[in-house]
């Protein structure tokens, strides 16, 4: 990804990410499409696609359609996890891991979060995380907690078990498998947070209490507002004008972030508004003059 300044990142690799990179790619834009994986889980789950204009069949169908557009437009693709976008000097600074990459304009078009725990909203930054090398260093010889969707997210339970006393970790999945001694599996998800200012215990789905004083969800997304701080919100969807603007100059949003109805056209002509929006911004801001 290197450490050049990309003209617009475009985070997700859903069917808004895909068309807002396939508009950015025909405006010779130099632009940067970042996700966990091209189209992403919920297209290839769709079992019969009836509403999407000149198509009939399942997800995977739907998806070999695109994957073959995506080779003959020549759009890249790179694989990697967000873990947080922040304001910076004409642009934008994105965290992935230990990375720091730059875009001149960012599209979010991340998705819905799949569920999480009761009570991960409320404690959001008060001992619930997203992001192992963000805030790891917090439990130091602290319990903790991890939930992980997937294999992937194995590292990132081993590295915080070099910093934490001992870590719960929840796996989602079967087959898990882990070095560290002060890893404790269990299997399925967290059944709830529990505290008081700040997280003090989670709930197994079975009703045991665990003493923890943190809890960290390692996963493909995380909500909007918390990918990027004070970003506005409603009911937990980005909130946008009908250009797809965010109220943060020159971020945009596209995709089931910024609400219903949850549907791929919807997504599609988001990602494609909000491409169009952030070359807009892109003319503006280059005719500016400088401060
Ligand atoms: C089972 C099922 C069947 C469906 N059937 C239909 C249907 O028939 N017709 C229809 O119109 N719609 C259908 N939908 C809805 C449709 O899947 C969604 O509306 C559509 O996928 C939204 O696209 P999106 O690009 O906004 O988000 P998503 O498809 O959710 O893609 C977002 C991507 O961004 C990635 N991401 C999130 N955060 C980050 C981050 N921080 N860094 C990197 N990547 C990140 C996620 O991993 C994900 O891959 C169905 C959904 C499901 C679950």
């Not at 617009?8 to 807002?20: F, K, N, P, Q």
């Not at 730059?102 to 001992?127: D, F, M, Q």
């Amino acid at each position: 990804m290197g450490n050049r300044t990309y003209d617009v990142a475009v985070i997700g690799g859903g069917i808004a990410g895909y068309t807002a990179a396939l508009t950015l790619k025909n405006f010779g834009k130099d632009f940067l499409w970042v996700g966990a994986k091209p189209f992403g889980d919920k297209l290839l789950k769709a079992e019969h696609v009836r509403n999407f204009p000149s198509f009939s069949g399942n997800g995977v169908e739907l998806a070999a359609l695109l994957e073959r557009q995506m080779i003959v437009e020549e759009i890249p693709f790179t694989k990697a996890r967000i873990d947080g976008v922040y304001a910076a000097d004409r642009g934008f600074d994105l965290m992935s891991g230990r990375e720091v990459l730059h875009a001149r304009s960012v599209i979010l078009a991340t998705g819905v979060e799949t569920k999480v725990a009761k009570g991960a909203a409320e404690y959001l930054g008060r001992g619930v995380s997203y992001c192992a090398v963000c805030d790891g260093a917090l439990y130091k010889n602290k319990r903790i907690a991890c939930e992980i969707s997937s294999k992937e997210y194995e590292d990132e339970v081993e590295y915080l078990a070099g910093i934490a006393e001992k870590v719960f970790v929840f796996c989602r999945y079967e087959g898990a498998h882990f070095h560290a001694a002060n890893i404790e599996l269990r299997q399925g998800k967290i059944g709830g947070i529990g505290g008081d200012v700040r997280v003090t215990e989670v709930l197994t789905e079975s009703g045991e209490h665990l003493a923890v004083s943190g809890v960290f969800f390692l996963k493909d997304s995380a909500p909007p507002s918390v990918l990027v701080g004070g970003l506005q919100t409603e009911g937990g969807h980005v909130k946008v004008a009908r250009d797809m603007s965010t109220h943060l100059s020159g971020l945009f949003a596209a995709g089931d972030v910024t609400g219903r109805p949850y549907q791929y056209i919807k997504a599609a002509g988001e990602g494609l508004v909000a491409a169009f929006s952030a070359c807009d911004y892109l003319a503006r801001s280059q005719n500016a003059p400088r401060s």
